[in-house]
């Protein structure tokens, strides 16, 4: 049966492949946008930046009044602003923390009111493993990171009863734009530190998160599912 789907920055990266797994489900799929929308014809693109309230709430009400009620969010939207703690602003601080966890909020207590009327729902939070094992010079994305680990547990407990699953991804190194700035030198030693020996491709993503929304995952809920390669194997 075809679901209302919801993904925060679908127009690109990890989020786009996630969008179009699901709409390879059948599954009524929007995607929120900044910059500008994908080419997709099969994509509803609304825009949306998940640091402002209004915006949020006005993204929600273009995609119910299209697709129905959303079913089915994923809060993927995320940006990094790296520097050492000394030299990190508090600007740096505040729009990584704003952007990754405020905004993951935002949506999901937006998502809540439908799903929780509904009695079901699925959240899948995009976090990384970074969240888990620090990182240098990632101090305000590391804890932005984490902090979703806690909303969705969060979530967890206080929707579950009511048939809301929420959960968390954490990949490793992924080929997208956030990844192809850094330079060779880190991305081979982040590889090398990878038990596989390489990158996860977006769409090794978003097969994980349509089982997350599956039927089939209905008992699974407050769970971080960790796709890395290895990367924090042990950790
Ligand atoms: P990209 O940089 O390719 O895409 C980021 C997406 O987030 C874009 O769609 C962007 O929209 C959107 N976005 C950023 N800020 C906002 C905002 N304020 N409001 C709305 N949308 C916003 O990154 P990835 O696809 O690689 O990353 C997707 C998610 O996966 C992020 O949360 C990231 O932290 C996480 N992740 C990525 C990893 C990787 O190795 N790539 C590893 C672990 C986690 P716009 O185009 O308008 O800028």
């Known amino acids: ?6 993904i925060t920055g679908g127009n690109r990266g990890i989020g786009l492949a996630i969008a179009r797994a699901f709409a390879a ?5 929007a995607v929120t946008y900044r910059s500008s929308p994908p080419s997709d014809p099969g994509l509803l693109a609304v825009p949306c930046d998940v640091t402002s309230t209004e915006q949020v709430d006005a993204a929600f009400t273009a995609v119910e009044a299209a697709h129905g009620p959303v ?4 809060a993927n939207a995320g940006i990094t602003q790296d520097t050492l703690l000394p030299l990190m602003s508090d600007e740096a601080f505040t729009s990584v923390v704003d952007t990754n966890l405020g905004g993951a909020f935002r949506v999901a207590r937006r998502a809540s009111r439908r799903m929780l009327r509904a009695r079901r729902g699925r959240i899948v939070f995009i976090s990384s493993v970074v969240g888990a094992t620090g990182g240098a010079g990632q101090a305000n994305y590391a804890a932005s990171k984490a902090g979703l680990v806690g909303l969705a547990r969060s979530v967890a407990r206080e929707l579950g009863p009511r048939g809301i699953t929420a959960n968390v991804v954490a990949p490793g190194l992924v080929t997208s734009d956030m990844t192809a ?6 991305q081979q030693a982040i590889l090398a ?5 390489r990158a996860t491709e977006p769409d090794e993503i978003a097969r994980s998160v349509v089982y997350l929304a599956s039927e089939a995952a209905a008992t699974v809920n407050g769970s971080v599912l960790t796709i890395d390669g ?6």
């Open 1 to 6: 049966m075809s679901r209302s789907v919801l």
């Open 25 to 29: 489900e059948g599954d009524r799929v």
């Open 71 to 74: 079913e089915i969010l994923v």
């Open 181 to 186: 700035v850094l330079s060779a030198e880190r």
């Open 193 to 197: 530190r990878t038990a596989s020996g």
């Open 230 to 235: 290895g990367l924090s194997a042990g950790v």
